[in-house]
Antibody, heavy 125, light 111 residues
Framework: QITLKESGPTLVKPTQTLTLTCTFSGFSLNSDGVAVGWIRQPPGKALEWLALIYWDDDIYYSPSLTNRLTITKDTSRNQVVLTMTNMNPVDTATYYC?????????????????WGQGTLVTISS | DIVMTQSPLSLPVTPGEPASISCRSSQSLLHSKGYNCLDWYLQKPGQPPQLLIYLGSNRASGVPDRFSGSGSGTDFTLKISRVEAEDAGVYYCMEGLQARTFGQGTKVEIK
């Protein structure tokens, strides 16, 4: 059974750095064709992809946030960590992590059927 | 950047009736391997999104067969053959070719 759970602070002050951890079970991020990503959703608004890390250490960042994001994986702990610098009240959102699988052989698309429940992070002084 | 546009943004439906949501992308979502990189999600209040359809027309595991996806290139459609009360929520399309951009969402309300 594949599960993912997000953890981190619920309240962060403006200009501080946010560190979120996605702890997962039921799979290994060392396995060919696996990826874990972070997605956020401001209250009442649409979803936004932030970052993605692949089994082979390839990384993707949202072009609009690339300067503020770092994603890393710790395969021994089954964790993926996202850091976001210079937090602002507009970054208030529920942050989700999701596990993706490649549809087939190398250079085929990924799809994301597994999601954590999300964690709400509020940016306020 | 790819822009995803859904319509309608609000859709009242009667149980037992069909429903349809359109999603258009500003660029073709056709992958070099021939896949259409368009997924559909349903988000119910207080829950994470759940994958309904991936790569345009493939139902995710456990998704009822009343849900179907179609389309290619830039125009895609999600259809519910007979809406049930549990289908209420916000439906999102998402392109999986570049930045994984989501549409604005379509709120489905049961009459």
């Amino acid at each position: 059974q594949i599960t993912l759970k997000e953890s981190g602070p619920t309240l962060v002050k403006p200009t501080q750095t946010l560190t979120l951890t996605c702890t997962f079970s039921g799979f290994s991020l060392n396995s060919d064709g696996v990826a874990v990503g972070w997605i956020r959703q401001p209250p009442g608004k649409a979803l936004e992809w932030l970052a993605l890390i692949y089994w082979d250490d390839d990384i993707y960042y949202s072009p609009s946030l690339t300067n503020r994001l770092t994603i890393t994986k710790d395969t021994s702990r089954n964790q993926v960590v996202l850091t976001m610098t210079n937090m602002n009240p507009v970054d208030t959102a529920t942050y989700y992590c999701s596990r993706g699988s490649r549809i087939g052989a190398y250079n085929t698309p990924y799809y994301f059927p597994y999601w954590g429940q999300g964690t709400l992070v509020t940016i306020s002084s | 950047d790819i822009v995803m546009t859904q319509s309608p943004l609000s859709l009242p439906v009667t149980p037992g009736e069909p429903a349809s949501i359109s999603c258009r992308s500003s660029q073709s979502l056709l992958h070099s391997k021939g896949y259409n990189c368009l997924d559909w999600y349903l988000q119910k209040p207080g829950q994470p999104p759940q994958l309904l359809i991936y790569l345009g027309s493939n139902r995710a595991s456990g998704v009822p067969d009343r849900f179907s996806g179609s389309g290619s290139g830039t125009d895609f459609t999600l259809k519910i053959s007979r809406v049930e009360a549990e289908d209420a929520g916000v439906y999102y399309c998402m392109e999986g070719l570049q930045a994984r951009t989501f549409g604005q969402g379509t709120k489905v309300e049961i009459k």
